[in-house]
Nanobody, 122 residues
């Protein structure tokens, strides 16, 4: 069993930055692939970024790869999503997730956090 708790969301002006955190716990959390997703009202859940606890491998959605950075602090068992140059269209609930497979498909992730709201004003 894995527990994920996101934090760091909030209201920010366009062009601003935020850092989201996802605190992970569980006996084998380090064996999971970690992803960040977001879901805007009335839209599907979209992949943003993915990483692993070891090897340092990362991948991003094209829409955010120049603005978002995913990272892991193994000592704190926390996954971060650094977001810069935020735009109003980035407004959504942001989720972190843990899964067995290195995939962008949200349907293949097993554990999800509760989500954190990010609102970008114009």
């Amino acid at each position: 069993q894995v527990q994920l708790v996101e934090s760091g969301g909030g209201l920010v002006q366009a062009g601003g930055s935020l850092r989201l955190s996802c605190a992970a716990s569980g006996r084998t959390v380090e064996t999971y692939v970690m992803g960040w997703f977001r879901q805007a009202p009335g839209k599907e859940r979209d992949f943003l970024a993915i990483t692993t606890w070891s090897f340092g491998r990362t991948d991003y959605a094209d829409s955010v790869k120049d603005r978002f950075t995913i990272s892991i602090d193994n000592a704190k068992a926390t996954v971060y999503l650094e977001m810069k140059n935020l735009k109003p269209e980035d407004t959504a609930i942001y989720y972190c997730a843990a899964g067995f497979y290195y995939t962008r498909d949200h349907g293949r992730y097993h554990y999800w956090g509760q989500g954190t709201q990010v609102t970008v004003s114009s």
